[in-house]
C-alpha cells in the first residue's frame, strides 16, 4: 500500500466564477484505492487558498504527490506556473535526484500538449522545461491524461525501482470505478472558491462519454481525447442512482459534447426519466448543436435545465472556415422551442477569424439578439496549442507561447486585441440589459436554472 496526495495547482489567472473540481483526480483516487492504495488527501488549489505549511503538512504524510497540470476546459485557465512551483517546493524540502523522499507524478490532460510541443516522455528522474520560460523540471513521470490502471503501474514502477512498461488503453471505459466524490468537502460541492462563498445546493459533476469526431479547427480537446468514447447506458445509470442515493441536486454533465451521438443521448434520457433517476435534480449538459424537437422534449422530462451550444459564429464563410455546420435559422426555431418549454440556452461564440470584419461581428451580435439565449459567452478566437489552428502557424509566429489570441498585433486579424475585447464587453452590456426583463420573467416561471441554497 502507498500513501498518495492528490493536488490541483491553482489557475496561472483566476477568469469566470465556474463551478466544478477535477473529476481527473477522483477517477484516479477510486482507481488507486481500488488497488490498496491510501490516498492522504485531495488538494485543489482553484477552491481553497494556498498555505505552504498546510502543504507540507500533507506532503510529509505521503510517499507519491500526483500533480494534475491541467488546460483552459476545466476552470479557462492553465495551471502550470502553480504547478511548476509546487514541484519546486517538494524539492527544495525532500532532497533531488535518487535521495529524493517523495515520488513526484505529473498527471493531466496539458501533459499530452507539453509532450507534443516540446518532446516529453514520461521517464523516471527525468529533468525537462515543462512550461514558463523553459526552467528544467524534476519529476519521477509525467502520465498523460487518461484514467486507465497505467496509473497503478507507474505508482508500482516508482516504488520498486523497476522500468515503467508500455500502457495498454483502457479498451471498455465501464472498466473504471466512479470517480471518489468522498473526498470532496460539502464547501467543494455547494459551489464555494477562493473568492466565492457556497451558494449552490449539493452539486456534482459526471461524465457519461468522452472526446468528439467534429472537426473543429479550434479545437484543444483532440490533443487529449483520441476519438469518441462512451459509457454504457447501464453504466451511467448506475452513477447517476449513486447520485441520487447521496442527495445530489444540481448535476453538470462534462462531456466534451453529449449530443455527439444523439441516438444515444435520447436513449439515455429517457431511461434516466423512465426509472426516475433523475427527480429532484436540475442538469446541465453541452450539446455543439445537433439537437431536435424530440431531444428537447426527452431532455425536459428527464429534468434537464441548462444546455450550452456551440454556436461560435453567424457567417456562413466563418462557419466554414471553423468547420462548423449549424443551419442557423432552423438552429434559432429550436433555441425558441427550448425557451418555450423551459430549458436555459447558453450560446457560446467567437469573433476574431482571419476573414472577420466589423459587418460579420455585427452579424453575430444581430444574431444573438435576435435568438432567446439567456447567457452568452463571446469569446476571441483563440490558437490553443494542441488544436489544428495552432499547428497551422509557422513555428517562428508560435515561438514558445502556448497560446496566441487572434488579433493585429499577431498578424492573425485587422483588429487589435483590446478592440475586440471592448467589443465583447459593449456587447455583453447591451445583452444583459436587453434580456435582464426576460429572464426574470423566466426565473419566475420556471425557477432558476440550478437550486440555490436557501
Given at each position: 500500500m502507498v500513501d498518495i496526495l492528490l493536488v490541483y495547482p491553482a489557475p496561472d489567472e483566476f477568469k469566470e466564477r465556474r463551478f466544478g473540481f477535477s473529476l481527473d483526480l477522483l477517477y484516479l483516487a477510486a482507481i488507486l484505492k481500488k488497488a490498496g492504495h491510501r490516498i492522504v488527501n485531495y488538494l485543489d488549489y482553484s477552491i481553497e487558498v494556498f498555505d505552504l505549511e498546510k502543504f507540507y503538512y500533507h506532503t510529509d504524510k505521503a510517499e507519491v504527490v500526483i500533480i494534475e497540470f491541467d488546460s483552459f476546459p476545466l476552470k479557462r485557465a492553465i495551471n502550470i506556473q502553480h504547478g511548476e512551483s509546487l514541484v519546486r517546493e517538494i524539492i527544495k524540502r525532500y532532497g533531488s535526484g535518487c535521495k529524493r523522499?517523495?515520488?513526484?507524478?505529473?498527471?493531466?490532460?496539458?501533459?499530452?500538449?507539453?509532450?507534443?510541443f516540446l518532446g516529453v516522455q514520461g521517464a523516471i528522474f527525468q529533468k525537462s522545461p515543462l512550461a514558463a520560460g523553459g526552467k528544467e523540471l524534476e519529476f519521477d513521470y509525467a502520465l498523460a491524461g487518461g484514467y486507465s490502471n497505467n496509473i497503478?503501474?507507474?505508482?508500482e514502477s516508482l516504488m520498486t525501482g523497476t522500468p515503467v512498461p508500455e500502457f495498454q488503453p483502457l479498451d471498455d471505459l465501464d472498466q473504471l470505478p466512479f470517480p471518489d466524490r468522498s473526498l470532496l468537502t460539502l464547501y467543494a460541492e455547494q459551489g464555494g472558491a477562493v473568492d466565492q462563498k457556497p451558494g449552490l445546493q449539493k452539486s456534482t459533476l459526471i461524465r457519461t462519454s468522452t472526446g468528439c469526431l467534429n472537426d473543429c479547427i479550434f479545437c484543444q480537446r483532440k490533443a487529449w481525447h483520441q476519438g469518441y468514447r462512451a459509457h454504457s447506458i447501464p453504466y451511467v445509470l448506475r452513477e447517476f442512482s449513486e447520485l441520487k442515493k447521496h442527495h445530489y441536486r444540481n448535476i453538470w454533465?462534462?462531456?466534451?459534447?453529449?449530443?455527439?451521438?444523439?441516438?444515444?443521448?435520447?436513449?439515455?434520457?429517457?431511461?434516466?426519466?423512465?426509472?426516475?433517476?433523475?427527480?429532484?435534480?436540475?442538469?446541465a449538459l453541452s450539446s455543439w448543436n445537433r439537437i431536435d424537437e424530440e431531444f428537447l422534449e426527452t431532455a425536459k422530462k428527464a429534468h434537464i435545465s441548462i444546455i450550452s451550444f456551440g454556436v461560435e459564429t453567424a457567417n456562413q464563410e466563418i462557419q466554414r472556415f471553423y468547420r462548423k455546420e449549424i443551419p442557423l435559422n432552423r438552429f434559432r426555431e429550436l433555441i425558441r422551442y427550448a425557451d418555450r418549454i423551459g430549458f436555459y440556452a447558453v450560446g457560446n461564440f467567437i469573433i476574431g477569424a482571419p476573414m472577420e470584419t466589423e459587418a460579420t461581428i455585427k452579424e453575430t451580435f444581430d444574431?444573438?439578439?435576435?435568438?432567446?439565449?439567456?447567457?452568452?459567452?463571446?469569446?476571441?478566437?483563440?490558437?490553443?496549442?494542441?488544436?489544428?489552428?495552432?499547428?497551422s502557424l509557422p513555428p517562428e509566429k508560435r515561438g514558445i507561447s502556448r497560446h496566441l489570441f487572434a488579433c493585429k498585433e499577431n498578424g492573425l486579424n485587422e483588429f487589435p486585441l483590446e478592440v475586440l475585447k471592448g467589443k465583447i464587453k459593449n456587447f455583453k452590456a447591451e445583452f444583459q440589459r436587453l434580456g435582464e426583463r426576460r429572464l426574470k420573467e423566466k426565473i419566475s416561471r420556471y425557477g432558476p436554472p440550478y437550486y440555490l441554497l436557501r
Open positions: 523522499k517523495k515520488k513526484i507524478i505529473l498527471f493531466g490532460n496539458d501533459i499530452a500538449i507539453i509532450k507534443s497503478n503501474t507507474v505508482v454533465i462534462t462531456d466534451d459534447n453529449f449530443t455527439f451521438d444523439l441516438k444515444r443521448a435520447k436513449s439515455l434520457l429517457k431511461e434516466l426519466s423512465n426509472r426516475d433517476l433523475t427527480g429532484g435534480m436540475k442538469i444574431y444573438i439578439l435576435n435568438t432567446p439565449f439567456d447567457q452568452v459567452n463571446v469569446k476571441i478566437l483563440d490558437y490553443m496549442a494542441g488544436s489544428e489552428l495552432y499547428e
